[in-house]
């Protein structure tokens, strides 16, 4: 059984930061891209970052990209979403989730292309 499980999330005044953590069991981490989305109340689920099986490929939404970094230890079966200078508008739970197998990078912004899902984490930032 594939298991994602975040933590990390937390409480933190604007222009902060936190460190996201995501450890996956039950299958081989290294053949899979992993993302980070988002989801804040009253909205649809955001994506937020992902990087290749590898680690040399990243993508990142733009309202994140300079602030957010993505990184991913195969050793550790775990992924990383570091996060600097934040603001208010990141406020979301926030999920990691598994890419399907074989799917390209570029189409790894749409969470249809996620096979597996963590429950997520809460993060608020307050202003």
């Known amino acids: 059984q594939v298991q994602l499980r975040e933590s990390g999330g937390g409480l933190v005044q604007a222009g902060g930061s936190l460190r996201l953590s995501c450890v996956v069991s039950g299958r081989t981490f290294s053949t899979n891209a992993m993302g980070w989305f988002r989801q804040a109340p009253g909205k649809e689920r955001d994506f937020v970052a992902v990087?290749?099986?590898?680690?040399?490929?990243?993508y990142y939404a733009d309202s994140v990209k300079g602030r957010f970094t993505i990184s991913r230890d195969n050793a550790k079966n775990t992924v990383h979403l570091q996060m600097n200078s934040l603001k208010p508008e990141d406020t979301a739970v926030y999920s990691c989730?598994?890419?399907?197998?074989?799917?390209?990078?570029?189409?790894?912004?749409?969470?249809?292309?996620?096979?597996?899902w963590g429950q997520g984490t809460q993060v608020t930032v307050s202003s």
């Open positions: 989730a598994a890419g399907r197998t074989g799917q390209a990078m570029a189409h790894m912004r749409s969470s249809g292309n996620y096979e597996f």
């Open positions: 990087i290749s099986r590898s680690g040399g490929s990243t």
